[in-house]
């Protein structure tokens, strides 16, 4: 998967997490669905965190060198906001997705 479906994914589904209040690490952001690893995500989340795409969200390097994700009302900012409705060709992509997934069983 491409890195702008990749960033579009994890904004989307934490922003619809948000709105649902619902925001679980393990299944917003599940690694199989994204298909990336747990390294890479956590580059992407430092990252979107940089760019001032996401809030609420933060890594902590600790002393073994193990990274631990902080979790705090995660959300989107401004800036990933218009990320996501800027990026219509995502979009497109992303509502493509979502019906193949409801037409394809265990997708």
């Not at 996401?54 to 705090?72: A, E, K, M, Q, W």
Request: no cysteine.
């Amino acid at each position: 998967m491409s890195l702008d479906k990749t960033i579009f994914r994890i904004l989307k589904a934490i922003d619809v997490a948000y709105e649902n209040n619902n925001f679980n690490l393990e299944e917003t952001l599940n690694l199989e669905k994204l298909g990336i690893s747990e390294r890479r995500l956590i580059l992407m989340l430092e990252q979107l965190k940089e760019k001032n795409y996401i809030t609420g969200i933060s890594t902590v390097n600790s002393v073994t060198g193990y990274i631990h994700i902080s979790i705090n009302n995660p959300r989107l900012t401004l800036d990933g906001m218009d990320f996501l409705e800027n990026n219509t060709a995502m979009k497109k992509a992303y509502k493509m997705l979502k019906e193949a997934k409801e037409w394809v069983p265990g997708m």
